[in-house]
C-alpha cells in the first residue's frame, strides 16, 4: 500500500488546514486508516484514526477540533483540522493497517503561529 499525503503549511492560530492521504489500493479493503504526528524532538502520536465501517477514534488533544473522514470513491482519508494552535506544530504522517502489516505515508508538515 502506497500512501501519498498532501495539504500541509503555515497557518495562524485559530486557522485551518486539511490534510488529505491518497492510497494505492481501495480504501474499502483498508482495516484502519489514520494520522499521526511528530513535534520536533518529540515521540510520534497519535491524532485520530478511521475503521473500515467509518468507526472514529481522537486523540484527547484533537477532540472537537480535528474530523478524520474516508472517500472511498476517491480512495482517500481526510483530516480537517480546525481551531488550530501553535502546538499542533509538527510533521503529519498518514497510516494504514491492512492484512497484517503498517504502511505510512511520507509525511507532511503542518505549522501553527502563534
Known amino acids: 500500500v502506497q500512501l501519498q499525503a498532501s495539504g500541509g503549511g503555515l497557518v495562524q492560530a485559530g486557522g485551518s488546514l486539511r490534510l488529505s492521504c491518497a492510497t494505492s489500493?481501495?480504501?474499502?479493503?483498508?482495516?484502519?486508516m489514520g494520522w499521526y504526528r511528530q513535534a520536533a524532538g518529540k515521540q510520534r502520536e497519535l491524532v485520530a484514526t478511521?475503521?473500515?465501517?467509518?468507526?472514529?477514534n481522537y486523540a484527547e488533544s484533537v477532540k472537537g477540533r480535528f474530523t478524520i473522514s474516508r472517500d472511498n470513491a476517491k480512495n482517500t482519508v481526510n483530516l480537517q483540522m480546525n481551531s488550530l494552535k501553535p502546538e499542533d506544530t509538527a510533521v503529519y504522517y498518514c497510516?494504514?493497517?491492512?492484512?497484517?502489516?503498517?504502511?505510512w505515508g511520507q509525511g507532511t508538515l503542518v505549522t501553527v503561529s502563534a
Open positions: 478511521i475503521n473500515s465501517v467509518g468507526s472514529t
Open positions: 489500493r481501495s480504501i474499502s479493503l483498508i482495516n484502519v
Open positions: 497510516h494504514a493497517f491492512y492484512r497484517g502489516l503498517e504502511y
